[in-house]
């Protein structure tokens, strides 16, 4: 019978067993590493004297040579066994301490992982709270805080009669946003999805229906903005030809070019709701504004179409660069406009007069109101949302809606659209369209150009009912808002 020693792995030349453990080793080995290791029995933490230690006869019995001199062949093959007997011991002492190194290392890292996450998840409770705190009070207070002074317009000379009638303006805007807020919200609350609204199935057997060739010039060919009319009969467009045009899709002709600005318009809009009698706003990098009034020869019946038209009305300088947005008050008595240069100003939709205005440290690219009209949405070209309050003058929140893209370019806001319930809020960059819970300051869904195998997003929109977000690539994807599914 032969016996392999535990610590040595050879077979032992006197072995002897453990009576605790059972384990096998070479007496003279196990002897040395009780000796250095106070009494403890190897790869265990049992005590171990030399009465726990019995000796195993072997029949023959192994019987060592003597030691001859340092002078012979086995002299040395014995001096170099026993060096070898200790480097093995020393191994095997370096292997058990290694592993519980290891062992206490890994614990001591778990345990500083898991404080590190409870910290954090507890620091971002904290501030999700002082947050909507924030947003609460001055919700809450924008009813009830007095007018701050605002920002007046550039001039001159300014006597007393004329400061008067700039207040009075200011007070009839602030006291017009929040009538306006308080009837709209008490309407959204008791507001029923409409009987005629689009269904989720019908929406999935959508297809093209139709298609315009080119409604600008050939020279400078691009549609930058378009807006439909309340009835979609009437197409308004701006493009990179300098004009605006509208189009009537009921008799499939343009029925109106409007002229006047000399780069490319990056904005147009119908006010309240649009029309053959409705008044237009548009908006151009040559940093103008200009209000457009219908012809009297517009009417439902149809003239002559070379007799239609609309004329301009007022042409506002009031930005130093271009101008990149526009936005409709809901009570259609005001507009807001947004420049590269960060200002923005609400105007009078009648004169054209700027009411309120002010500045943001940050390029603008996009404007939006808010359902209510209390705050507007602020796009910047570096990759925020902001979300302003008109009357307190201060930003309410700031929304890092590009915060994957690393490209100036990709981090571009090319849209903003708040919903109908008054807290999602969509944001477009060339490269996500995520939409934000805003009482939590987070974002609930997102998009990427992989999920829905886009080039490059351009805008996103909620529907009126505010149960349906279409967003616009190189083709449209339409998701209902319960569950984000896609249609």
Known sequence: MSFICSLSGEAPAEPVVSTKTGRVYEKRLL??????????????????????????????????????????????????????DALVLETFSLKQQYQQVRQELSQALYQNDAACRVVARLMKERDDARQALATLQAQVSAFEAPVPQPSKPDVMDVDAGEESVVVDAVQAYYEKAAETAKTLSKSRVKREVPAD????????????????????????????????????????????????????RTTDTVIGTLKGHTKRVTSALWLAGGGLSASIITASADKSVRLWTAKPANSEEGKDVRSMGWTKKNIIKHHTSEV??????????YFASAAADGTWAVHETETGDVVVSGSLDSPLSQVAYHPDGVFLGLGTSDGFAKIFDLKQQQVLATLDVASTCE????????????????????????TEVAVWDLRKQKKTQSWSLEDLSAERFVDARFDKSGKYLAVAAQDIHVFRVKGWLPL
């Open 197 to 248: 609204l689009t269904s989720a199935d019908a929406w999935k057997k959508a297809k093209e229906s139709a298609t315009i060739g080119s409604l600008h010039t050939t020279t400078k060919p691009g549609i930058i903005s378009l807006d439909l009319d309340q009835s979609a009969a009437l197409l308004l467009t701006g493009g990179n030809d300098n004009h605006a045009e509208v189009y009537s």
């Open 31 to 84: 002897q040395k590493y009780l000796d250095e290791n106070r009494q403890r029995e190897p790869q265990t933490d049992h005590e171990l004297s030399s009465d726990d230690v019995i000796p195993i006869h072997r029949d023959p019995p192994t019987v060592k040579p003597r030691p001859p001199t340092l002078t012979s062949i086995p002299a040395l093959l014995s001096t170099f066994q026993n060096e070898w």
């Open 324 to 333: 990149v947005g526009l936005s409709i008050h809901p009570s259609a008595e």
């Open 407 to 430: 490209s100036e370019e990709g981090r571009r806001v090319n849209g903003l659209h708040f919903s109908e319930n008054g807290y999602y809020f969509a944001t477009v960059t060339n």
